[in-house]
């Protein structure tokens, strides 16, 4: 098990997984180490096998009808900072991850994004396909619907230098 603290570390340092994840694999490394139950380890290797192993909601992003609004309400109270700040949208950064705002007519949940590291738009649109659903592609980012429809995304983890 130490062998797999020190990959994980040095994944960490190099900048290829997050500290959330880190500290997911070494919390889960910890049940392990106490006794993990028959129904917990069988939980786990689905998770191996999934669609798309998220390690982390990426972002939330909402439909709201007045912009500027809720831009100064998020950050009046969650203490949100403006990544990018336009007529009709805005996104703001909270820790790792971010809350987009589109104007909309009605407001409402526009999607969730889910982080998958290993995530390439050809790839996703792949295994979204492989799994039985139908993918929507806009440039590089991939969208696809679960049972009641609403709007799924997967990303790789958020760069911010990229923002700037």
């Known amino acids: 098990m130490v062998h797999e603290f020190d990959q994980w570390l040095r994944a960490f340092e190099d900048g290829k997984i997050g500290r959330r994840e880190l500290l997911a694999k070494m919390l889960l490394a910890a049940g392990v180490a106490v006794g993990m139950t028959p129904s917990t380890a069988v939980a786990e290797e689905e998770t191996k096998n999934s669609t798309f192993p998220a390690n982390g909601l990426n972002h939330?992003?909402?439909?709201?009808?007045?912009?500027?609004?809720s831009r100064?309400?998020?950050?009046?109270?969650?203490?949100?900072?403006?990544?990018r700040d336009g007529t009709r949208n805005c996104f703001?950064?909270?820790?790792?991850?971010?809350?987009?705002?589109?104007?909309?007519?009605?407001?409402?949940?526009?999607?969730?994004?889910?982080?998958?590291?290993?995530?390439?738009?050809?790839?996703?649109?792949r295994r979204i396909k492989a799994a039985g659903m139908k993918p929507r592609r806009v440039e590089?980012?991939?969208?696809?619907?679960?049972?009641?429809?609403?709007?799924?995304?997967?990303?790789?983890?958020?760069d911010w230098d990229d923002w700037r």
Do not use: I
């Open 140 to 158: 590089n980012r991939v969208y696809f619907p679960d049972p009641d429809g609403l709007t799924v995304q997967v990303a790789a983890e958020n």
């Open 72 to 83: 100064d309400w998020y950050r009046k109270h969650l203490g949100l900072e403006v990544l």
């Open 60 to 69: 939330l992003a909402l439909n709201v009808t007045d912009v500027e609004r």
């Open 92 to 125: 703001l950064k909270s820790g790792d991850d971010f809350l987009a705002l589109f104007k909309h007519k009605e407001p409402g949940m526009n999607h969730f994004c889910f982080t998958w590291p290993e995530k390439t738009a050809d790839e996703a649109v």
